[in-house]
């Protein structure tokens, strides 16, 4: 059954049933988010915020959050979405999480806080940032009620397949002397949520099984291009984004990327999709972010992202156009700020 918090105000030795002034009112809907900045605590923890409003493929996300134990969390207000909605969009921001690098995270929060979130988190918690991992995550909606499908869903979500997802429900009232009171419950109790979240992050696919993938597409030719073995220009990673990736790093950044899978932007069988950052590569190498944007355009970008940073998805099906683009990559950090930054 849906939950119901009910109050009453204690009054000449008497119980008063002080009623419910719905948080879906304009001025408490806008005003509860802001409560919940100011006071992370309302959401059941110490969390330190260090995102709002983030931009994501899924739409804006409410709130990204950390816990002293550098876990991840996602608030999602339910505002004018119903229930079931709420849920759902809760969901995808989620999967967008699943997705991000741990260096993502740390921009995402260096953006929002305007300084490390080294520094942040020590100064908050009193103590070193842990490793991160945004595949380790809650989920959390937050509103003044759900109806019984959204709770059977949550629940269901929780019980059965260990999905570290909670509702946080807030009840408003105003007492008779026109003070005001804020309730808080949650749907799943918070040690119950904690024995069911059993599920680790997951593990990233290994270069085997990338190789696998890239057989199976016929486009190994084309990601032995990109590799680097004495990581003078860039090292890499394995990577679950789009299903198998391969993340190409520089001085701890994501500089570009190479989508093995071919399920980010539906690459036919023998093309392979590059998601590359312009801006990290300007700021790395002091070329000209217009010079990087301009050379770019010129193999036709299939796609611009901007989660987790500004990019553009070049569709390569060929050697000799992934050689040239790996010559215009090198040719950047082969720059007098690039090289000398690194040696």
């Known amino acids: 059954m849906p939950t119901e918090v009910k109050l009453w105000e204690l009054v000449d030795g008497r119980l008063k049933d002080v009623g419910d002034a719905s948080l879906a009112d304009a001025r408490l809907e806008k005003d509860l988010e802001d409560w919940i900045v100011t006071n992370p605590a309302l959401l059941g923890e110490d969390f330190l915020i260090i995102g709002r409003q983030c931009q994501t493929v899924a739409g804006p996300l409410d709130l990204l959050l950390i816990n002293r134990d550098g876990q991840l969390a996602v608030a999602e207000l339910k505002r004018d979405l119903s229930a079931r909605e709420a849920v759902a969009q809760a969901l995808d921001y989620a999967s967008w999480l699943d997705d991000l690098e741990p260096e993502q995270i740390l921009e995402i929060a260096s953006n929002f806080l305007r300084r490390p979130l080294e520094e942040a988190f020590e100064d908050h918690y009193g103590k070193e940032l842990p490793d991160i991992s945004p595949q380790n995550q809650r989920i959390l909606i937050v509103a003044s009620r759900l109806d019984a ?65 890239g057989e199976e597409r016929h486009v190994n030719n084309l990601v032995r291009l990109f590799e680097d073995p004495m990581e003078k220009y860039w ?46 590569i300007s700021e790395l190498t002091g070329v000209s972010l217009a010079d990087i944007e301009s050379r770019l355009a010129e193999y036709k970008p299939i796609a611009h992202i901007e989660a987790g940073g500004t990019g553009v998805v070049l569709r390569i099906a060929d050697p000799k156009t992934a050689n040239k683009l790996i010559s215009d990559l090198k040719s950047w950090f082969d720059s007098e700020r690039g090289l000398a930054a690194a040696s």
Not at 172 to 199: F, I, K, N
């Open 235 to 280: 090292g890499a990673l394995e990577s679950r984004t789009f299903g198998g990736s391969i993340r190409y790093r520089r001085q701890g950044k994501i500089i570009f990327g190479l989508n093995v899978s071919g399920k980010g932007w539906a690459a036919p069988e023998g093309a392979v999709d590059v998601w590359i950052r312009p801006s990290t």
């Open 149 to 213: 499908a959204a709770e059977r869903i949550v629940n269901y979500l929780s019980e059965r397949h260990h999905v570290n997802l909670n509702a946080v429900l807030f009840k408003y009232t105003r007492l008779s002397d026109g003070r005001e009171m804020l309730a808080r419950t949650v749907l799943v109790p918070e040690e119950v949520a904690r024995e069911r979240s059993t599920r680790g992050p997951r593990v990233r696919p290994t270069a085997e099984e990338l190789r696998l993938m």
